[in-house]
C-alpha cells in the first residue's frame, strides 16, 4: 500500500489516462460537483447514476455529463465507482452497484461516517475500496478530499482515485482510524468559516454599514487571507503582522481570547468528530 503522502498535482507527462471509464452514483451537490469537475479536467468517459429525472437534465445541460437513471443502464464494468450518497443508503446503493464491479474495478466511497468495513459487507469479498472525506469547494476546484484505502488497493488504484479527486481540489493519504478527525477539520470545516462570514456581516451592520458593505468587506477579507493562507506562511505569522501592540487588532483578538473562541473552535471540530465516529 503506498505511503502517506500530500499529492500533487499530477502533469499531462504522467497523468492519469483519463479515457477511463468513470461512474459517478448519485448526482447531488457533490457528485455534481464532482463529475463536472472530472470533465473540466479532460476525464472523457464520465457517467453519473441519478434517479431524479429533472436532475439528471442539469447535469447533461449544464455540465454536458452523461446521466442515466439506474446502474443497470450501464453495459460494461467500469474502471471506478464513486459512491456518492447519503450514509443511510449506501448499503442498498453497494447492493445496486455489485453487478457492475469486475476484477479491476475500484470502488471509492464518499458516504460520510460509512466505514470500510460497513461498506465491504455490502459489496464483493476482496474489492478494492478507498473511502474519502471531501469538502464543499469541490465545487469550485478547490476542496480538499482525505483518501483511506482496505488492503486490496494496488498503488496504481490509489494513484489513480488521488488522480480523480485532484480534479476537484487537494489530496491526502490518510489512514482510516483518522477519517473521523479528518471531517472534524476540514469536511466541516467550510460551514466554520461561513458562519464567521455572517458574523462578521451582521457586526459590520451593528457598527453602522449598510448590509451590502458589510457583506463586501467580510466575503474579500475572507478570500484574500485564504489566499494568503495559500502561500504556506504559518497563521500565527500572518495574524501577528495585522496585531501591531496595542492597536485596534490586539483589541479585537483580546476580545476574542476572553470569549474563548479558540476553546469554541476546538469543541466544534471535536462535536462534529464525535458525530462522524457514530456518539
Not at 2 to 29: H, K, L, T
Not at 32 to 57: C, F, H, K, M, Q
Not at 129 to 152: C, D, E, F, I, Y
Amino acid at each position: 500500500m503506498a505511503e502517506q503522502f500530500m499529492a500533487e498535482q499530477p502533469n499531462e507527462a504522467d497523468g492519469p489516462d483519463r479515457s477511463q471509464a468513470v461512474v459517478i452514483v448519485g448526482g447531488g451537490v457533490m457528485g455534481g460537483a464532482i463529475a463536472s469537475g472530472l470533465a473540466a479536467d479532460g476525464w472523457t468517459n464520465v457517467t453519473v447514476v441519478e434517479p431524479t429525472e429533472t436532475r439528471r437534465a442539469e447535469l447533461a445541460d449544464e455540465f454536458g455529463l452523461k446521466a442515466v437513471a439506474g446502474a443497470d443502464e450501464i453495459a460494461e464494468s467500469p474502471d471506478v465507482v464513486a459512491i456518492v450518497v447519503k450514509p443511510k443508503v449506501a448499503p442498498s446503493v453497494c447492493e445496486q452497484v455489485t453487478p457492475l464491479i469486475a476484477d479491476r474495478t475500484l470502488v471509492m466511497s464518499m458516504c460520510a461516517g460509512v466505514t470500510l468495513g460497513e461498506l465491504e459487507a455490502n459489496l464483493p469479498d476482496a474489492v478494492p475500496l478507498v473511502r474519502v472525506m471531501p469538502n464543499t469547494p469541490a465545487q469550485v476546484g478547490k476542496g480538499m478530499s482525505a483518501l483511506s484505502p482496505n488492503p486490496h488497493v494496488s498503488d496504481e488504484q490509489l494513484a489513480l482515485a488521488d488522480a480523480l479527486m485532484q480534479a476537484v481540489g487537494e489530496t491526502m493519504v490518510v489512514p482510516e482510524s483518522l477519517q473521523d478527525a479528518v471531517t472534524g477539520v476540514s469536511g466541516s470545516g467550510p460551514a466554520y468559516v461561513f458562519y464567521l462570514a455572517e458574523a462578521l456581516i451582521e457586526a459590520g451592520v451593528q457598527v453602522g454599514l449598510t448590509r451590502a458593505q458589510a457583506d463586501k468587506l467580510a466575503r474579500q477579507t475572507i478570500i484574500g487571507s485564504a489566499q494568503l493562507l495559500a502561500s504556506g506562511e504559518h497563521p500565527t505569522i500572518l495574524r501577528e503582522r495585522v496585531t501591531s501592540p496595542g492597536g485596534t487588532t490586539a483589541a479585537a483578538i483580546r476580545e476574542l481570547d476572553a470569549h474563548a473562541t479558540r476553546a469554541a473552535v476546538s469543541d466544534a471540530v471535536w462535536a462534529a468528530y464525535r458525530r462522524s465516529r457514530g456518539e
